[in-house]
């Protein structure tokens, strides 16, 4: 099982950005996939979760109306979309599987880190 995160970059305040988790050794039915991201100095911190076999999704409070997980099981890759970027969201964002198909909170396997800078 690979994850593999790509998309961060540098991004002005008020901007978006579209972060890309490509699945291999597995299909996106076996797990739901999570995305996470931790702050220098900061704690990780589970973002969203995203269920594709049935289509349920988890936001946490801070990401809630700004970010949106969605999935392309042809692809097998998980999107988040995360709009309306301030500079409290710069931070290494990660994707990791869970571990049921469905979102428990817990972690399986993890892809690499992706940086997002928010700066003007």
């Known amino acids: 099982v690979q994850l593999q995160a790509s998309g961060g970059g540098l991004v002005r305040p008020g901007g978006s950005l579209r972060l890309s988790c490509a699945g291999s050794?597995?299909?996106?039915?076996?797990?739901?996939i999570g995305w996470f991201r931790q702050a220098p100095g900061k704690r990780r911190e589970r973002l969203s979760c995203i269920s594709n076999l049935d289509g349920t999704t988890y936001y946490e409070d801070s990401v809630e109306g700004r970010f949106t997980v969605y999935g392309d099981r042809a692809k097998n890759t998980v999107y988040l979309q995360m709009n309306r970027l301030n500079v409290e969201d710069t931070a290494v964002y990660y994707c990791?599987?869970?571990?049921?198909?469905?979102?428990?909170?817990?972690?399986?396997?993890w892809g690499q880190g992706t940086l997002v800078t928010v700066s003007s």
């Open positions: 990791a599987t869970d571990t049921h198909y469905y979102c428990t909170g817990n972690s399986g396997y």
């Open positions: 050794g597995f299909t996106l039915d076996e797990y739901a």
